[in-house]
């Protein structure tokens, strides 16, 4: 017997239900307005899922665990979270970036403090970051907007002539000293672009900027709780939420006037194929993806033995020694290869949130980027970097899930080929994403919402706002 939301009219439909599409949801039904939120897997909340996927009692992020952008986010600050469970939580220091020698580049939440660690680029840091964060309110539009156009041309131009360089030209230039060229290195490395490219110094400042900023926090409870949040709200708003519905054709759906897909674009072109001219499939079609990533979550006996004790203090520790070794790694991942060392991002959630696993024990992920569609298991060659930098981590190990970057797209068809970004944020797709039309298809009412429109890749909701803003304008 077909499902009883399948005979009802809603003014809108969104498909999935990551952070994008309930932030999508949200904002519709805000506006008094009915809404239907179609979900393909079981579990709400796309990126921001957890589970136990080690052993019982261990809560793992299935996907993101850090969120300097949705603390960032002026969508998410403007919604009443706290009251529906969401509580974030603030480790000591945002990242800390160890080295060889046994010491480690700890990203402080002050600048200054920052840059006491950076020797002979201490002034120069400063120098580059403190007009930046002074002038973030107004990069903020720019950063976490649509709007490719500045309303605050002047700091945007002092931003734009260092973010639109390439990270390691920038690291290079403005930094003597390997210390501060290897932090910032690891900070453009989130980029998921080659380290030479053009503009991909920008994701480096940003996320600089986000830790001096708001802070790099988890959500107590693990990522489900930022969904589980989003969700309660949008149902206080009479929103309706269908778990375990894939959506394979627009023609399934009820009548609705408004249709928003968190989906990337060739995950629409499938689905709504017939409803869109040839030129604008082909041009989603030409959409670029980007190198996919192979995460691992370990089950630990206790916390990472570190060798440097500033990495305890951390959430988020980046392993990948100096700027030349990490971009050695994002290359190879754009070149069809897995170097011997990748650079791994990884976060250690229960040394500030202990009860996501029983006591005494650790939850630990790390990921690296690899080719798209890499079958290959990175695992053995992630615990050889951790072991470098926290000898003894092997043996605290009681329980690993691999996840390489082929499979992914079985757990959330978004990660087309294991990439998390919804799309490569080159240059061109920073500015047209997926298209010049961005949120907008040629289909009356048809609308993209997902991190493959404005403001591109992490847990912040934007560009489910700001679809559901066009898509609200465009029917008023
Ligand atoms: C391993 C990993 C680590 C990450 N770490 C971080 C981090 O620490 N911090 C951060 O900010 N970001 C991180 N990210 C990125 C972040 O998760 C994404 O940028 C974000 O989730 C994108 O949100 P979205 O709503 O656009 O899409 P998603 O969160 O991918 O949600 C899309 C939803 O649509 C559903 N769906 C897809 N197709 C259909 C269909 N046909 N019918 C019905 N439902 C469908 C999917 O099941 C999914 O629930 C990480 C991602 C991964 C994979």
Known sequence: MPAPYLHQQYDAIVIGSGPNGLAAAITVAQSGRSVLVLEGNDAI???T??????????????CSTVYPMAVASPFFRSLPLAAHGLEWIEPPVPLVHPLDDGSAVVLDHNVEQTAQNLGPDAERYIRMMAPLVANWPKLESFALGSSRFPSH???MARFGLLAMRSASGLARKRFRDTRARALFAGLAAHSILPLEQTASAAVGLVLAITAH???????????RSLASALASYLQSLHGEIVTGFTVRSLEELPPAGLILCDLTPRQLVKIARSRLPAGFRRRLERYRYGPGVCKVDWALDGPIPWKAEACHRAGTIHLGGTLEEIAASERAAWAGGTGEKPFIILTQPTLFDPARAPAGKHIAWGYCHVPNGSRVD???????????????????????????AAEMERHNPNLVGGDIGGGAVDLRQLFFRPTRKLYRTPARGLYLCSSSTPPGPGVHGMCGYLAACAALRDTA
């Open 45 to 47: 909340g796309g990126g």
């Open 49 to 62: 899922r957890s589970a136990e996927l080690t052993r019982p009692g261990f809560i793992h992020d299935v």
């Open 153 to 155: 041309p002047i700091a």
């Open 213 to 223: 900023q708001g802070g790099w926090p988890f959500v107590r409870g693990g990522s």
């Open 378 to 404: 990175m695992a053995a060659r992630m615990e050889e970097q951790i072991e470098r930098f926290a000898p003894g981590f092997r043996s605290r190990v009681l329980a690993r899930n691999v996840i390489v």
